[in-house]
């Protein structure tokens, strides 16, 4: 199967703070997208991005299919993003990263 | 609007004692799919149905079934559940399994199942 790692595990911001979160995968894919997980533990479509840059208000993504990564921005980040972010990847099935715990404090 | 929905929100079941979480979806794609998820851990796919077209992952316990009566419908079932099923578990759907940009993912709340 197709192996996906996502760094850094842990991050803790101030608010306000920018971060990268960056998503590595083993093979081709034809699907990539990020989650958020809340605290409650819904996941949370953020991005559909196997290739290219999409924005969506502070966040923003970027994969490169060639280079087998995506990142993921977060801009002048909130207590509300707190949670996990993942990427998910398929080709014929999907694959879940490790995960980036983040966590935003006051 | 919910779009998958999965009830209910948390379940609490006995050693052995069989329990359905079930899952409905007002998409109507194609696929769904159930996850196991453990503490601290990522989302790890049990099974997936395409229509009717049952989908095993190869290390998904025997204890795991599922039950797919309708576009709209899918169910969990576990027969004998252990101290080890306690996980959250998410239901998804998605329109296509395989092609481009018509496998996007979309997860209900999930169901966390505590078994004493």
């Known amino acids: 199967g197709i192996q996906v790692e996502q760094s850094p595990p842990d991050l803790i911001l101030q608010e306000g703070a920018n971060s990268t979160l960056r998503c590595n995968f083993s093979?081709?894919?034809?699907?990539l997208q990020w989650f958020h997980q809340n605290p409650w533990g819904q996941l949370i479509n953020l991005f559909y991005i196997p290739s290219g840059t999409k924005q969506n208000g502070r966040l923003s993504a970027t994969t490169v299919a060639t280079e087998r990564y995506s990142l993921l921005y977060i801009s002048s980040s909130q207590t509300t993003d707190s949670g996990v972010y993942f990427c998910a990847v398929a080709s014929n099935q999907f694959y879940f990263g490790t995960g980036t715990s983040l966590t935003v404090i006051p | 609007d919910a779009m998958v929905i999965q009830n209910p929100r948390y379940q609490v079941t006995q050693f052995g004692k069989p329990v359905t979480l079930s899952c409905s979806q007002t998409?109507?794609?194609?696929?769904m799919y159930w996850y196991q998820q453990k503490s601290s851990q990522a989302p790890k796919l049990l099974f997936h149905?395409?229509?009717?077209?049952?989908?095993n992952e190869a290390d998904t316990p025997d204890n795991f079934q599922s039950r797919r009566p309708n576009t709209s419908f899918c169910f969990l079932d576990i027969r004998s559940p252990g101290l080890g099923d306690a996980a959250m578990y998410l239901c998804a759907t998605s329109r296509d399994p395989l092609g481009p940009a018509k496998n996007i993912q979309y997860f209900g709340a999930g169901t966390r199942l505590s078994v004493l």
């Open positions: 093979d081709s894919v034809n699907n």
């Open positions: 149905y395409y229509d009717k077209d049952f989908n």
């Open positions: 998409l109507n794609h194609n696929v």
